[in-house]
């Protein structure tokens, strides 16, 4: 009988390793905010990964007062959606 290795050596995707350099590094490039802040926010709310990602939305919205939260794009944090000038959040169209 072969042993699973996913029961032995399960992976914890739920959380995030403040410990592992390349792991916050990846969290920070996916949710737009500097990996000093990963750490920040670790050490402030934990490493569950959900509280981790909306603490950095609302940290990244409130960094950016100037743009209205509708127009950052959904699926590529801290970016302007197409269309949206970056100097003023207005439509360029």
Do not use: C, W
Not at 22 to 40: D, E, K, L, S
Not at 47 to 53: E, H, K, Q, T
Not at 63 to 86: F, T
């Amino acid at each position: 009988m072969t042993a699973d290795a996913a029961k032995l050596y399960p992976r914890h995707r739920d959380r995030i390793s403040g410990s592992e350099d390349y792991v916050v590094r990846h969290f920070a490039r996916q949710n737009g905010i500097t990996p000093a802040q990963v750490h920040q926010l670790i050490k402030r709310y934990g490493s569950n990964r959900a509280r981790l990602v909306a603490a950095a939305k609302e940290l990244r919205t409130s960094l950016r007062p100037d743009v209205p939260k509708a127009m950052l794009a959904p699926g590529r944090p801290g970016r302007l959606s197409a269309g949206v000038d970056a100097r003023n959040g207005l439509e360029t169209r």
